[in-house]
């Protein structure tokens, strides 16, 4: 038994159709609730997985998995409180209930060694010892020198800093652009020498729903908010094509680079 049937393989064909995927739907998470900021990237994953048919493994702070080839939380002898599903549904429950920045940050993704040229899917994540988590998920990236199509459109707000932001519960999507420094307001619009990003954003429980936020400047999320660009590691979209999902799996399992077996 699985979490749901696995008809196909993850190869980089369905790698990009999950980075369009992103790119399609991030937008329509605007305003909704309930979701915190590690669900939402984790969410729209699991989602394209189940609709085509692949597998996903999460790794826990404990060192345990859950993945979709199977029912439960593995190894499962030796916890007292695993997690159990049947379906795709309840194998979403267990994961955004097990898996938070934390997790994403020490066993879910890597480093994206070409930073803020991030693609659409990819993660930001700030991560501190004894700091604030947070994460956020790309839905589009603009380079150096390229418009924003909405740049125009007053209707949508520019950013008005972290603080004015979190009191304004009816506003989920803002025109961040370049901001300055000292306010983390927006002061431009315009493209310039930098990367641009459109990123899916859950701020606070106070707001406690999902934004979007528009053309941020990827460089300022690096250096003034201690954010990494990240993906997601080869062992999520591992293929596990020496385990059938019965038992434990095989200990001396080895995973590819891309994750692609």
């Known amino acids: 038994m699985s979490a749901w049937e696995h008809r196909n393989y993850w190869n980089k064909e369905f790698y990009n159709g999950y980075r369009k995927h992103v790119a399609r739907a991030a937008y329509t998470f605007a305003g909704h609730p309930h979701l915190d900021c590690a ?3 984790i969410s729209l994953l699991i989602d394209f997985a189940f609709v085509n048919g692949l597998p996903l493994t999460f790794k826990t702070n404990d060192g345990s998995i859950l993945s979709s080839k199977t029912t439960e939380q593995k190894p499962a002898h030796w916890l007292s409180c695993a997690r159990e599903w049947s ?3 309840e194998y ?3 994961v955004l209930s097990e898996i ?3 997790a994403l940050w020490n066993h879910n993704t890597q480093e994206n060694l070409h930073g803020p040229l991030a ?4 993660l930001m994540i700030r991560f501190h010892k004894n700091g604030f988590h947070h994460t956020a998920l790309v839905s589009a990236v603009y380079p150096p020198g390229a418009s924003h199509r909405l740049k125009e459109n007053k209707s949508i707000p520019d950013y008005p800093g972290g603080d004015q932001a979190e ?5 989920w999507i803002y025109f961040r652009g370049t901001v300055d420094p000292n306010t983390n ?3 431009s619009r315009e493209p310039d020498e930098y990367v641009h990003i459109d990123i899916l954003n859950w701020r606070t429980k106070q707001k406690g729903h999902a934004e979007v936020i528009l ?3 990827a460089y300022q999320y690096i250096t003034l908010d201690s954010f990494e660009f990240r993906h997601w590691s080869a062992s999520v979209t591992d293929n596990w094509r020496d385990w059938d999902g019965r038992g434990d799996p095989p200990k001396q399992h080895q995973i590819p680079i891309d994750g692609f077996n």
Do not use: Q, R
Request: hydrophobic share 30%.
């Open 39 to 41: 669900d939402l990237s």
């Open 87 to 89: 379906d795709a549904m």
């Open 92 to 94: 979403k429950s267990a």
């Open 100 to 102: 938070g920045t934390y």
């Open 119 to 122: 693609s659409p899917g990819d």
């Open 167 to 171: 009191k304004e519960k009816n506003v």
């Open 185 to 187: 307001k927006t002061v």
């Open 215 to 217: 053309f941020a400047n």
